[in-house]
């Protein structure tokens, strides 16, 4: 058996008792009809208090209990009021169930639970001070009847007195129950569902006593019957505004009886003193109440209107946005329901915004109703405070009432007073929070009902998809704007790096062109234009080149060429000269900075008398060749290595002097270049080319060159090759002193000649070499 229903049998007892007593001092069907019906009407009672514990824990467990000993008290007191009037046990019964029906419903009122949150009740909302009041007020009301039941002969008691005790008890019961409920409505105000009920209590009160005290004093029924009756009305409504699972069926009771008691209890009141005071015309003014009474049901939904807060500026701007968010589109919907919550505030400048979390934007509509987004972001902890708030709705009021116990709100209260905000109500959905609805504080002065803060949480519900797929649209356009502030970011900085690498390629261009710029405008030979065609060839094909070339040529500037024709032509140009001590130092290859095997990334490098480096230089070289092969598709091209020596590749590998791991990457890929000897044709250009640049830095003017003195250079065998040649011409420049350069000069600067100058033939075409030269051949000298 149910705990609940085992404590029900000692109250259901006590009044079945009360009924025999009843049934047998007084006699008649009354207290027999009392008897069927009270147990009964107490059972239902019961379980339903035992349902609702079951179902819910919005209430107390002691304030259930209350709520039990209230509805005792009224079962009991029927029970009593079905003895006989005037029995001084029976008023002893009554007065008892009458008091414990009045503690019962003072000890709910201050058991009231809070529904979570912030604000915690204070102290003094649950006393009991008013209930022990009033419990001793009852207890005299008891003692009075019950001596005077108990020991008739010995107790002389006035019943007059008793009827006076119980007036002033009830009175004071109805005081005392007005101003318990505006304690609590005072002190609880703030608090969602606490709030409703304490101003349903001080309502119902409040209606009650001036119901009850007018009746008593117009002599509409025994004073001691009226106010004890509208004590357990009182008590009755407070004990359920109390303890009902739904806070906000107390506003819609309070309404409709409000409607209702307003107009027509001093229409009852008057009636009932004219039909006591006129008995004979008693029907005649109970037909003329029925057509005022029908009127008043008729406008008691008008009257009940402007009595609760569904109907206020507030709720039809919720209801309206509830609509508004009916909206397919998400951002119409948005639109629609800030501009129907923009009608519930007049006040300039404040308006209801609703706050994304990502993007982190806040959404607002001007008086036109266009909609408007800037980024800004929400205050620290204002989800979480608002996520553990009833109906997530976290109000200024309540920041305001904790910030001396929770400093840490202080932040958020500045917040809202800047943005004269009134709440904030979290959406959310199953990934989270999403933002929140703020709504503006206008010109209101009242505190924000329960009924109002799920009104708006109902409807950041509805809105909660539409923000998801709003939000969802909002970081799309966000990426897409990143992605495109990005793609011009990422432009700029490749055209940048695109004019530096340009740069880069120009600067290694304009060094290996100018290696090679003698070179080509001299080239009249088919000599020098085969080979360099073949070098071109061997540039294109990315190979790796053995170059042998004789003492004193210029090889740096035929290897040139072979780089610009190359597709590494943009990239660097790098000559050693491994004849030198530098190029003989393994530091030299090692740094990691300035190791021509480091600078020469993506470009050629050009190794001028490479057999001179020593074996382990040429090993470290060569597994820097196979490094460089093994590179992935997208980075910079492999360099290749162009080396020169004097001696043929096939003399270099067979002796030695061009070490082993190096020889397979010469393979196919090896050429002599020619001596100046073999391109006569050139020599000309080139001694022309040497004086103009001598001239300038020397003189800075270019000088020429006499007839005789072309002639005796031109059939010279130049064994040194290109040394020689700049050798002589430079010390026949220091010589001269004329702007044309002679013989005589060029003699004079050591130079000999391979002919007397008596043999040479005045023909400037034709001229014949001596045979006895061991390098002279009949050649044709051109003079142009």
């Known amino acids: 058996m149910p705990a609940s229903f085992r404590t029900f049998w000692l109250p259901l007892g006590v009044i079945v008792y009360v009924c025999f007593a009843a049934a047998e001092a007084r006699g008649g069907y009354l207290p027999w009809l009392a008897l069927a019906v009270i147990p009964l009407g107490l059972a239902l009672l019961w379980r339903q208090i035992r349902l609702n514990t079951e179902a819910q824990d919005t209430v107390a467990e002691s304030a259930k209990r209350a709520l039990g000993a209230t509805y005792f008290g009224f079962a009991l007191w029927l029970a009593a009021r079905s003895g006989p009037l005037g029995h001084p046990a029976f008023d002893a019964m009554a007065n008892l169930a009458t008091g414990i029906a009045a503690v019962g419903a003072l000890v709910a009122l201050a058991r009231i639970r809070t529904l979570g949150g912030l604000l915690i009740p204070k102290p003094a909302t649950e006393s009991l001070d008013a209930a022990a009041f009033t419990a001793f007020l009852w207890a005299l009301a008891v003692v009075l009847p019950a001596a005077r039941s108990i020991a008739p002969d010995w107790v002389r008691i006035d019943p007059l007195a008793i009827d006076y005790v119980t007036t002033t008890a009830a009175t004071g019961t109805l005081l005392v129950f007005l101003a ?380 040139a060429f072979a780089h610009l024709a190359s597709p590494r032509a943009g990239g660097p140009f790098v000559v050693v000269d491994g004849s030198g001590s530098a190029a003989h130092s393994e530091h030299t290859w090692d740094d990691a900075e300035r190791s021509p095997l480091q600078l020469v990334d993506g470009g050629t490098l050009v190794i001028r008398h490479g057999t001179s480096l020593p074996a382990p230089i040429q090993h470290q070289i060569a597994r820097w060749l196979l490094r460089q092969d093994q590179r992935q598709p997208g980075e910079l091209p492999a360099p290749r290595l162009y080396l020169t020596s004097l001696n043929t590749y096939n003399e270099c590998a067979s002796t030695g002097a061009l070490s082993k791991p190096l020889v397979r990457w010469f393979q196919g890929s090896a050429l002599s270049l020619p001596c100046l000897a073999d391109r006569p044709e050139d020599l000309r250009a080139l001694i022309l080319g040497h004086l103009a640049r001598f001239g300038m830095a020397l003189r800075g003017e270019p000088i020429g060159i006499g007839e005789g003195a072309l002639r005796a250079l031109i059939e010279h065998p130049w064994p040194a090759n290109d040394l020689e040649l700049q050798s002589v011409l430079l010390r026949a420049t220091l010589a001269c002193t004329q702007p044309t350069l002679s013989l005589a000069d060029v003699l004079s600067g050591g130079f000999s000649s391979a002919g007397d100058e008596a043999s040479l033939a005045p023909d400037p075409f034709v001229q014949t070499v001596p045979s006895d030269q061991p390098k002279a051949r009949r050649r044709i000298a051109r003079t142009r």
């Not at 699972?245 to 004219?274: H, I, K, Q």
């Open 180 to 559: 318990a409920s505006w304690r609590v409505r005072i002190l609880r105000r703030y608090e969602l569902g606490a709030g409703d009920r304490a101003v349903g209590a001080w309502a119902f009160s409040l209606t009650v006593f001036f119901v009850a005290l007018p009746a008593a004093l117009l002599d509409v029924g025994p004073p001691d019957r009226v106010l004890p009756s509208g004590v357990l009305v009182a008590a009755l409504a407070i004990a359920w505004t109390a303890t009902t699972a739904e806070p906000t069926r107390v506003s819609s009771l309070l309404r409709g009886l409000l409607a209702v008691l307003l107009p027509g209890a001093p229409l009852l009141l008057l009636g009932g003193a004219l039909i006591r005071q006129f008995p004979a015309h008693a029907g005649t003014l109970f037909l003329s109440a029925l057509p005022i009474a029908t009127a008043i049901g008729l406008v008691a939904r008008a009257v009940a209107k402007p009595l609760g807060p569904e109907q206020s500026r507030w709720l039809d701007a919720v209801e309206a946005a509830s609509r508004g968010a009916l909206e397919p589109e998400p951002d119409a919907a948005i639109q629609a329901t800030l501009l129907a919550l923009t009608q519930a505030t007049h006040v300039v400048g404040n308006r209801p915004e609703l706050w994304r979390a990502s993007p982190p934007e806040v959404l607002s509509v001007d008086r036109a109703g266009y909609l408007h987004s800037e980024h800004s972001s929400a205050p620290e902890r204002l989800h979480e405070l608002a996520l553990a708030e009833p109906e997530r709705t976290l109000r200024r009021e309540a920041l305001e009432a904790a910030q001396v116990r929770y400093p840490e709100v202080r932040p958020i209260l500045a917040w809202f007073e800047a943005r004269r905000a009134f709440s904030a109500t979290l959406i959310v959905d199953v990934d989270g929070a999403l933002g929140f609805l703020l709504l503006p504080r206008g010109n209101r002065t009242s505190a924000m009902t329960l009924e109002e803060a799920r009104a708006v949480r109902l409807l950041a519900d509805r809105i909660s998809a539409l923000l998801a797929i709003s939000s969802a649209l909002a970081r799309s356009r966000e990426r897409e704007l990143e992605a495109r502030d990005a793609a011009l970011v990422t432009e700029s900085e490749c055209a940048r790096l695109l004019r530096i690498v340009a740069l880069d390629a120009a600067k290694n261009s304009s060094l290996a062109e100018t290696y090679q710029g003698e070179l080509v405008r001299s080239t009249y030979s088919a000599t020098s234009k085969l080979t360099l065609e073949h070098l071109a060839q061997l540039g294109r094909s990315n190979s790796h080149l053995f170059v042998k070339s004789a003492a004193g040529t210029d090889a740096t500037a035929w290897l």
